[in-house]
């Protein structure tokens, strides 16, 4: 497992974060970065600035980290990823 920089762990190259899947709940180590960032609040703007991407990138990923989840907005979007364990 290797850091980004941002103090996110990366995935073990197969795509998916080390040790934080549970079910069908498979997140890209992008989309967990994202993730993570949602649930201590941050815009798409400062995601963006943090991960070095642009604001539509991050609008991007959380529509899809959302859908992978089955959430219907950030905020059960951050509640899901505690119920599946991703985030600690």
Known sequence: ????????????????????????ARLTGRQLDVLRLVALGNSNAEIARALYVS?????????????????????????KGWENGLLV
């Open 55 to 79: 604001p539509s990138t991050v609008k991007t990923t959380v529509t899809q980290l959302s859908r992978r989840l089955g959430a219907r907005s950030r905020a059960h979007a951050v509640h």
């Open 1 to 24: 497992m290797t850091s980004n920089g941002n103090g996110f762990s990366s995935s073990n190259g197969n795509g998916y974060p080390n040790g934080h899947c549970n079910g069908s």
